[in-house]
Structure formats: structure tokens, C-alpha cells
């Protein structure tokens, strides 16, 4: 019931249900309380509605930020709540009526207040908002960058405004109480002069050397610093908040290569996810910022997805331009015919060399290069079920892309099954379930699947909890626990304070990497995920839809997957452990394996999952399993050979193509020079062209043009 209630009202708690139930009660009390002028039942109502209000929009909850969209926002129930007040002090029928007026004429300058304080946190923000945001630049040593404003000044500064109306409605409750009007005014000036100050106290903050430079010196000194730098290697990624993974998962990567490495950005939400990374991060939303930037050293372009901004780059024709995506697989966004538009596109394997051919989109064979996929390397060999633990399984369903085709994603059709079937199985299996990040936002019956299916892992985690036959360690649970609250402790201390806003010139300011922090970042979050594990029971089934658990730890942990056709089956086959694929789509399991190569070695689902008995009899006797030679050949064909190992095919193709650039640009050099010198026919002439009298170059055909 209480699970249901959650999910109509979208918040993610039943403290944020009781929070929400209680600010929507709290209003109508307030009305009541001031018509039979009951002050105490008034003041009561009145601190519900402010701790609730408070708490449902620290959460950042659903039902606030819809409250917003109706007009009933958090400025207008505060005035809701004032207007309320004056009622109250009307029906109390107090001698000193010139209270009410001066109660009035308070809330009134509260809110004119609220003009210059907006006016003022606007021009702050947008002043000290940078042309391009940096990480593990030096921009420092080059360009004078301010302290950000005090923290508690602009950290939820419209809220802190509101609140600020306290000390006014305290000393009327107060008043109304004591019948003695003293209380009333002085809350009431307090209210006024903290405003009044808050306004004050912002004003410096918007001119002289409190602000950062001007555009066009930050972006001098970016230059300054890309010439002293010189990156060879970029990797350009542009997209929506959600897709913060699929540039993450190529940072490692970054890292490791031969060559200068440099990351482009083109939104600031991305930068605001991009994982900790020691490699130069350039944020520049604006194209004509980008396209002035001094980019003369780079000879290789990186693209982790085919998006409309990609043309800013792609623009520049002194480096070469490469499709390396997000993910190998079977799905038609691996073969879109825009990646034609790139020198060369990189795929893992054969597998995907061979797509390109099939799909006959205009790649052009010469143009594919087989590097395998270097982020696999975290993925462990399956070395069987571990003596003593249940069998886990991975459900990781893929999203319901931008159409509806039924073969995209399992979650409507086939998904519930398959949970049912899992959490059912005897012998019994632990599930783990994580769904893609983009599941429900194009889509709402993918959205209600995916609640479903919660509900059901939910369920059957509470069934598993009180069935005498599992049994929990709770020592070693304990100290797992407090492991990782110590782990989340020093991590919080490393990586900064959460919630709020970071000020963008700091952080630009302040973004060189200290190595030995970085380390240390990187250290502990594998034993927050080694401790994380541990902290639960192997027996129970999990909902991760964070970004943590990553996914391949998912997939160290588990011991057979169930998905969709997506890059996930790709890289899950690493693993060399049983997997299956639903065919959604009902093409039937011939034609399913004709048409998607990654399920090949796969069991094969129906939308009933009636298979999946094939899948677990393969987990739990792994020597009379028919599909593992199979799924080590198509491990091959896929992700390509063992030796060398792909980070070392990477930085050869980067490296070779990075040759091809040069030559380019000499003969380009080699053109501009000899035209220079007069050459009576200049070096870039086209064929068929022919040079007019006065150096110009006009069209012609062949010879019959000449003379």
C-alpha cells in the first residue's frame, strides 16, 4: 500500500510521502486555526508546513518541483502562509490595531526585497559563470580568478530570502498569544534588517575584482595554455545529463594513451558528472568559442557519439575525425549512416567491421579499424559459482529507444516474466537488476514496466528476508556497513561537500590534479565497491539504479545475464559466463541469431522466458553447458584477439592516423608555399581547372576549357 502510494505520488521515500501528506494538510489547518482564531493550533500547523516544505525541497522531491509548475511554488505558499497570518491577527480582534498594517506593510517589503536579492544571486551567477569551464588546467598562473561568495550566501539563497520571514511570524504567534504587541515589532524589524542585509551583503560580489575576467581574456588564456600544452589526441563528447556515462567510460582509457590526451565538453551538466579523471577537461558550451580556439596541435578526434554538435569539430580539417561510440552492438545506431561522415570508424572486432558491410550505409571497409574495446579490462573470467553461494543473475534490459519497436527492450513485453521466473527458480538464484539509465524517459509503459518490476524484486527481497533458510552474518554485515560509511566519509572529504552548486570560476581555478588525492579517490572507491558487496547478502535480490554499483562490477559479481541487444551483451561476453536475449520482437530464434551476432551463443528468450531454465541448468553445471566453445569463438569475433592487447592496438591506430594528418597538412603546407612563390598553376588547383591572366583560378573541363 505505502509502495504504491509512493510511486503515484513519485516520491522516493515514505518520510517524503508523510512530508508531503503532512505539508497538504498543514495549509488547510492554517486556514482553520486563523478563522476560529486559535493561535496555538495556528503556530503548529505553521511549523509542519515549514519543516515539511524545508525537507520535501532539500530532496529535491517530484512533487515539489510539479508544485512549482501550477503556480503553487515555494514563494507562493509562503505568502499563502503571511496572508494566512494577517487573517489570524484580524479575527483575534488585538487593541493595537495598527499591528495589522505594520504586519502587512512587513510582508510586503519582504517581498520587495526579493527583487534586488534575485536581481543580485542572477548577476552574481552570470558573472562569475566562465566561457569555458576547466579540469586539470592551469588557467591560475594566467589569469586572475576571484573567491567564489561565501558558500551559505548563494547555496539556496531564494530559500534562505523566505525564510527570513521567521522572526516576523514568530513574534505575532507570540503576540497573539501574550496579547502584548512588543514581540510583534521586534520580530518583525528582525525579519526586516537580516533582509535587508542579506541584500547588502550580496551587493559587492557583483562588481570590481570580485568578479572573474571578462570573456575574452579567459579565453586568451585558454589558448595561451593549449599552445604551451600542445594536445595531440581529443576527445569531443556532447550530449544530455543522462549520457554522462558514455564519455566516463572512455576516460581509463584517456588516461593510458601514448599521445597528448585533451577532453572537449560541450555542456556544463557533463562536466558536473564527468568522472575523476588526471586528463585536461575543456567545457566550452558555445560554438563560436570552440571554433576559435587554438587547436592547431591536434591531429586525432575522438567522437563517443553522433550528435548535431559534432559539426563544430568536425569542421576543422587540419585532424583527423573517428567514431570510437559508447557500445558494440547489434542495435541499427551502430550502423548509422552518419558515421560516414568521420576518416575512420573503430570497432571492437570483426563482428563490427562485418555490420557496416551488411548494412551498406556508406562506411567504406578501408575505413574501419578493428581495436577491440581497452574499457574491458576490469571485467573478470568466470571461474564458476563460488562453494557455499547461490547462484546470481543479472537482469540489465537496455531502454525503449526513441521508437517503439518491440524488439528494442525487453522491460514491456517480456520483463516481468523474466523477474517472475527468476525470483521463483528452484534451485533458488539471487537477482540483481539494473536497468539502463534512459528507461522511462521516452516512454511511460516502459516507465510503469520498469515500477513493476521493482515491485516485484521488492516483494521477493521481503519473502527472501523471512525465510528461516537464508541467513544473514550480521557481524560481518556490520563491519562491511561501517566500512563503508568510513569509505563515504574520507571520500566526501576528497571530493568536496555535496548538494548545492559549485561556482564554476573556482572550480575552473582550482582543478589541478593532486596525484596523490586522485590515488587516493581511486583506491577507495574499489574497496567502497569491494565492502559494498559485502555489506550485502549473497542471497538477496538487489534494484541498483545508480551509478554505483558500475556495471561491470555487476558483472564480476554475477554469474549469468539476461538482457537485451545492446553493447551490454557485447561486453558481458568478456566475461565468458552463460547469458541470454530475448527476442522481444518474436522473430523466432533462427532468425534472431541471423540478425544480431552477439546472441549467437546466447539462450535465446521468448517474451513468456519460458528458456530460461537452458540459462540456469548451464550456471549451476557449467561442464554440461553446450554453448561455451561457442561463446568463446564469438568472443573473439566480437571484441577481437587477446594479443596485443587492445590499449596497444588503440594508441597504434591513433598513431597512424595521427601520421595520416600530417601528411595531409604538409601537402597542404607544401600547396599554400608553392602558390606563394607564383607558381603559374597553383599547387591546389583542381583537375579540369585552368588559371586566368590575373592568378585567379576558374572552372573548366579538361582540355577543352584551354584557351
Same mark, same amino acid.
Given at each position: 500500500?505505502?509502495?504504491?502510494?509512493?510511486?503515484?505520488?513519485?516520491?522516493?521515500?515514505?518520510?517524503?510521502?508523510?512530508?508531503?501528506?503532512?505539508?497538504?494538510?498543514?495549509?488547510?489547518?492554517?486556514?482553520?486555526?486563523?478563522?476560529?482564531?486559535?493561535?496555538?493550533?495556528?503556530?503548529?500547523?505553521?511549523?509542519?508546513?515549514?519543516?515539511?516544505?524545508?525537507?520535501?525541497?532539500?530532496?529535491?522531491?517530484?512533487?515539489?518541483?510539479? #508544485?512549482?509548475?501550477?503556480?503553487?511554488?515555494?514563494?507562493?505558499? $509562503?505568502?499563502?502562509?503571511?496572508?494566512?497570518?494577517?487573517?489570524?491577527?484580524?479575527?483575534?480582534?488585538?487593541?493595537?490595531?495598527?499591528?495589522?498594517?505594520?504586519?502587512?506593510?512587513?510582508?510586503?517589503?519582504?517581498?520587495?526585497?526579493?527583487?534586488?536579492?534575485?536581481?543580485?544571486?542572477?548577476?552574481?551567477?552570470?558573472?562569475?559563470?566562465?566561457?569555458?569551464?576547466?579540469?586539470?588546467?592551469?588557467?591560475?598562473?594566467?589569469?586572475?580568478?576571484?573567491?567564489?561568495?561565501?558558500?551559505?550566501?548563494?547555496?539556496?539563497?531564494?530559500?534562505?530570502?523566505?525564510?527570513?520571514?521567521?522572526?516576523?511570524?514568530?513574534?505575532?504567534?507570540?503576540?497573539?498569544?501574550?496579547?502584548?504587541?512588543?514581540?510583534?515589532?521586534?520580530?518583525?524589524?528582525?525579519?526586516?534588517?537580516?533582509?535587508?542585509?542579506?541584500?547588502?551583503?550580496?551587493?559587492?560580489?557583483?562588481?570590481?575584482?570580485?568578479?572573474?575576467?571578462?570573456?575574452?581574456?579567459?579565453?586568451?588564456?585558454?589558448?595561451?595554455?593549449?599552445?604551451?600544452?600542445?594536445?595531440?589526441?581529443?576527445?569531443?563528447?556532447?550530449?544530455?545529463?543522462?549520457?554522462?556515462?558514455?564519455?566516463?567510460?572512455?576516460?581509463?582509457?584517456?588516461?593510458?594513451? =601514448?599521445?597528448?590526451?585533451?577532453?572537449?565538453?560541450?555542456?556544463?551538466?557533463?562536466?558536473?558528472?564527468?568522472?575523476?579523471?588526471?586528463?585536461?577537461?575543456?567545457?566550452?558550451?558555445?560554438?563560436?568559442?570552440?571554433?576559435?580556439?587554438?587547436?592547431?596541435?591536434?591531429?586525432?578526434?575522438?567522437?563517443?557519439?553522433?550528435?548535431?554538435?559534432?559539426?563544430?569539430?568536425?569542421?576543422?580539417?587540419?585532424?583527423?575525425?573517428?567514431?570510437?561510440?559508447?557500445?558494440?552492438?547489434?542495435?541499427?545506431?551502430?550502423?548509422?549512416?552518419?558515421?560516414?561522415?568521420?576518416?575512420?570508424?573503430?570497432?571492437?572486432?570483426?563482428?563490427?567491421?562485418?555490420?557496416?558491410?551488411?548494412?551498406?550505409?556508406?562506411?567504406?571497409?578501408?575505413?574501419?579499424?578493428?581495436?577491440?574495446?581497452?574499457?574491458?579490462?576490469?571485467? %573478470?573470467?568466470?571461474?564458476?559459482?563460488?562453494?557455499?553461494?547461490?547462484?546470481?543473475?543479472?537482469?540489465?534490459?537496455?531502454?525503449?529507444?526513441?521508437?517503439?519497436?518491440?524488439?528494442?527492450?525487453?522491460?514491456?513485453?517480456?520483463?516481468?516474466?523474466?523477474?517472475?521466473?527468476?525470483?521463483?527458480?528452484?534451485?533458488?538464484?539471487?537477482?540483481?537488476?539494473?536497468?539502463?539509465?534512459?528507461?522511462?524517459?521516452?516512454? /511511460?509503459? *516502459?516507465? !510503469?514496466?520498469?515500477?513493476?518490476?521493482?515491485?516485484?524484486?521488492?516483494?521477493?527481497?521481503?519473502?527472501?528476508?523471512?525465510?528461516?533458510? $537464508?541467513?544473514?552474518?550480521?557481524? *560481518?554485515?556490520?563491519? !562491511?556497513?561501517?566500512?563503508?560509511?568510513?569509505?563515504?566519509?574520507?571520500?566526501?572529504?576528497?571530493?568536496?561537500?555535496?548538494?548545492?552548486?559549485?561556482?564554476?570560476?573556482?572550480?575552473?581555478?582550482?582543478?589541478?590534479?593532486?596525484?596523490?588525492?586522485?590515488?587516493?579517490?581511486?583506491?577507495?572507491?574499489?574497496?567502497?565497491?569491494?565492502?559494498?558487496?559485502?555489506?550485502?547478502?549473497?542471497?538477496?535480490?538487489?534494484?541498483?539504479?545508480?551509478?554505483?554499483?558500475?556495471?561491470?562490477?555487476?558483472?564480476?559479481?554475477?554469474?549469468?545475464?539476461?538482457?537485451?541487444?545492446?553493447?551490454?551483451?557485447? =561486453?558481458?561476453?568478456?566475461?565468458?559466463?552463460?547469458?541470454?536475449?530475448?527476442?522481444?520482437?518474436?522473430?523466432?530464434?533462427?532468425?534472431?541469431?541471423?540478425?544480431?551476432? *552477439?546472441?549467437?551463443?546466447?539462450?535465446? #528468450?521468448?517474451?513468456?522466458?519460458?528458456?530460461?531454465?537452458?540459462?540456469?541448468?548451464?550456471?549451476?553445471?557449467?561442464?554440461?553447458?553446450?554453448?561455451?566453445?561457442?561463446?568463446?569463438?564469438?568472443? %573473439?569475433?566480437?571484441?577481437?584477439?587477446?594479443?596485443?592487447?587492445?590499449?596497444?592496438?588503440?594508441?597504434?591506430?591513433? /598513431?597512424? #592516423? !595521427?601520421?595520416?594528418?600530417?601528411?595531409?597538412?604538409?601537402?597542404?603546407?607544401?600547396?599554400?608555399?608553392?602558390?606563394?612563390?607564383?607558381?603559374?598553376?597553383?599547387?591546389?588547383?583542381?583537375?579540369?581547372?585552368?588559371?586566368?591572366?590575373?592568378?585567379?583560378?576558374?572552372?573548366?573541363?579538361?582540355?577543352?576549357?584551354?584557351?
Amino acid at each position: 500500500m505505502i509502495s504504491t502510494a509512493i510511486r503515484v505520488a513519485r516520491v522516493g521515500s515514505a518520510a517524503e510521502l508523510a512530508a508531503a501528506a503532512l505539508m497538504a494538510l498543514g495549509f488547510p489547518c492554517l486556514m482553520v486555526a486563523a478563522l476560529v482564531s486559535n493561535v496555538y493550533g495556528f503556530a503548529a500547523a505553521a511549523a509542519v508546513t515549514y519543516l515539511a516544505d524545508h525537507y520535501l525541497d532539500r530532496k529535491g522531491s517530484y512533487l515539489i518541483r510539479q #508544485l512549482d509548475k501550477i503556480r503553487v511554488g515555494l514563494s507562493t505558499r $509562503f505568502l499563502v502562509r503571511q496572508l494566512l497570518l494577517v487573517l489570524l491577527i484580524a479575527r483575534l480582534g488585538l487593541d493595537d490595531t495598527l499591528l495589522l498594517y505594520v504586519t502587512t506593510a512587513c510582508f510586503v517589503a519582504l517581498y520587495g526585497l526579493q527583487v534586488p536579492h534575485s536581481v543580485l544571486t542572477t548577476l552574481i551567477g552570470n558573472r562569475r559563470r566562465m566561457p569555458v569551464a576547466t579540469r586539470n588546467i592551469d588557467l591560475a598562473s594566467r589569469i586572475r580568478i576571484p573567491d567564489a561568495p561565501p558558500r551559505g550566501l548563494l547555496n539556496r539563497s531564494a530559500e534562505k530570502m523566505l525564510h527570513l520571514d521567521l522572526p516576523a511570524v514568530a513574534g505575532v504567534l507570540v503576540t497573539g498569544a501574550v496579547r502584548n504587541s512588543l514581540f510583534a515589532y521586534a520580530g518583525i524589524a528582525v525579519s526586516l534588517v537580516l533582509s535587508l542585509f542579506y541584500v547588502l551583503a550580496l551587493t559587492p560580489y557583483v562588481r570590481g575584482r570580485r568578479i572573474p575576467p571578462k570573456a575574452e581574456k579567459v579565453l586568451a588564456a585558454l589558448d595561451d595554455w593549449l599552445r604551451e600544452y600542445r594536445p595531440e589526441t581529443v576527445l569531443y563528447f556532447s550530449g544530455s545529463k543522462d549520457s554522462a556515462y558514455q564519455v566516463n567510460m572512455w576516460l581509463d582509457t584517456m588516461e593510458r594513451l =601514448d599521445t597528448r590526451p585533451l577532453i572537449i565538453l560541450r555542456e556544463r551538466v557533463i562536466l558536473k558528472k564527468l568522472a575523476p579523471t588526471t586528463v585536461p577537461v575543456i567545457c566550452v558550451p558555445g560554438g563560436v568559442h570552440l571554433m576559435n580556439m587554438d587547436l592547431s596541435t591536434v591531429r586525432v578526434a575522438l567522437y563517443a557519439a553522433n550528435v548535431g554538435k559534432n559539426i563544430h569539430m568536425l569542421r576543422v580539417p587540419t585532424m583527423k575525425h573517428v567514431f570510437i561510440g559508447h557500445g558494440d552492438s547489434d542495435k541499427i545506431a551502430s550502423v548509422n549512416p552518419f558515421s560516414k561522415v568521420y576518416d575512420e570508424v573503430w570497432t571492437a572486432g570483426r563482428a563490427g567491421r562485418d555490420r557496416y558491410a551488411i548494412a551498406d550505409v556508406g562506411v567504406r571497409d578501408e575505413d574501419i579499424v578493428e581495436v577491440g574495446r581497452p574499457q574491458l579490462a576490469p571485467i %573478470q573470467s568466470w571461474q564458476g559459482v563460488p562453494e557455499g553461494r547461490i547462484p546470481t543473475v543479472l537482469y540489465a534490459p537496455t531502454w525503449e529507444g526513441w521508437d517503439d519497436n518491440p524488439g528494442n527492450t525487453s522491460l514491456m513485453l517480456a520483463g516481468e516474466n523474466i523477474v517472475k521466473k527468476l525470483v521463483k527458480a528452484d534451485p533458488p538464484v539471487r537477482v540483481l537488476y539494473k536497468p539502463h539509465p534512459f528507461t522511462g524517459t521516452r516512454s /511511460a509503459r *516502459a516507465k !510503469a514496466a520498469h515500477h513493476r518490476i521493482t515491485a516485484l524484486i521488492e516483494k521477493a527481497a521481503a519473502e527472501r528476508a523471512a525465510d528461516p533458510r $537464508f541467513t544473514t552474518d550480521t557481524a *560481518a554485515q556490520a563491519k !562491511a556497513k561501517a566500512e563503508l560509511s568510513r569509505i563515504e566519509a574520507r571520500l566526501a572529504e576528497l571530493t568536496g561537500p555535496a548538494g548545492g552548486e559549485a561556482d564554476e570560476a573556482e572550480a575552473t581555478r582550482d582543478s589541478l590534479v593532486d596525484m596523490a588525492r586522485h590515488e587516493e579517490i581511486a583506491r577507495l572507491r574499489a574497496e567502497w565497491n569491494a565492502a559494498y558487496w559485502r555489506s550485502q547478502e549473497s542471497w538477496q535480490h538487489r534494484i541498483i539504479t545508480g551509478a554505483e554499483p558500475r556495471l561491470y562490477d555487476c558483472f564480476n559479481v554475477s554469474d549469468a545475464m539476461v538482457s537485451d541487444i545492446s553493447s551490454v551483451v557485447s =561486453d558481458f561476453i568478456a566475461s565468458g559466463k552463460p547469458y541470454a536475449v530475448t527476442d522481444s520482437a518474436g522473430l523466432g530464434a533462427e532468425k534472431f541469431k541471423q540478425n544480431n551476432t *552477439a546472441v549467437r551463443a546466447a539462450v535465446i #528468450l521468448s517474451n513468456s522466458a519460458d528458456e530460461l531454465d537452458e540459462l540456469l541448468a548451464a550456471v549451476r553445471d557449467p561442464a554440461a553447458d553446450p554453448l561455451a566453445e561457442e561463446r568463446e569463438k564469438l568472443r %573473439q569475433y566480437l571484441l577481437g584477439p587477446d594479443e596485443p592487447k587492445s590499449i596497444d592496438r588503440f594508441n597504434k591506430a591513433i /598513431a597512424d #592516423l !595521427a601520421l595520416k594528418a600530417e601528411t595531409r597538412n604538409l601537402g597542404q603546407a607544401t600547396r599554400a608555399a608553392a602558390e606563394a612563390m607564383g607558381s603559374a598553376t597553383p599547387a591546389n588547383a583542381l583537375p579540369g581547372q585552368r588559371t586566368a591572366s590575373d592568378g585567379r583560378t576558374v572552372a573548366g573541363t579538361g582540355g577543352a576549357a584551354a584557351g
